[in-house]
């Protein structure tokens, strides 16, 4: 399982990493049109949607690179079962907020392809496309954040600046 879960926040840290590629070729075409005088309509949504997706694929490889920004102005100072117990309470408020979060990333897509949302550029894009980024990188936050709490009830999780573990 633990293979399984670390090949699937890799996956879409690669993937988070073939959209930054798009943003930087949809800039670049962006840039080469104006140079030579032609237009490629929705240069600027693809590389919006491109960079949002970047953004959401990434967090889970981030949270378990241990890269989130994390203030630990007080669990620092804790040891023991005091630490043990709100790092419990942190990581289940992390795992409810990521959850709704998740649910309503996968609710709004639904909805624009229900409603047939589109893009109001030029390229009128139905929205649900960019937006299951969105969705799926929300619930492989979701699953890294559920992992992240059962190493830690498990207290096989590390605390610390590199939170990566290889069993």
């Known amino acids: 399982m633990r293979k399984f879960l670390d090949s699937l926040y890799l996956g879409a840290a690669w993937l988070a990493a073939l959209f930054m590629i798009g943003v930087l070729v949809m800039v670049l075409l962006s840039m080469l049109g104006r140079t030579l005088h032609f237009y490629v309509p929705g240069t600027d949504a693809y590389a ?8 959401f694929l990434a967090l889970a490889h981030t949270l378990k690179s241990g890269e989130h920004i ?11 079962g005091a630490r043990r117990g709100l790092e419990l309470w942190s990581l289940t408020v992390a795992v ?5 979060l998740a649910v ?8 624009s392809h229900q409603f047939h949302d589109i893009s109001t550029s030029a390229d009128a894009t139905p929205l649900w496309i960019p937006q299951i980024l969105m969705a799926v990188g929300t619930t492989v936050l979701l699953i890294a954040f559920i992992d992240e709490w059962v190493l830690e009830l498990q207290r096989k999780r590390l605390h610390g600046h590199a939170e990566t573990r290889h069993e």
């Open 104 to 111: 309503y990333a996968w609710r709004l897509s639904w909805q």
């Open 70 to 80: 994390r203030v630990t102005l007080i669990i620092g100072k804790l040891t023991g």
């Open 48 to 55: 919006g949607y491109a960079m949002a997706g970047a953004g």
């Open 96 to 100: 409810l907020l990521a959850g709704l």
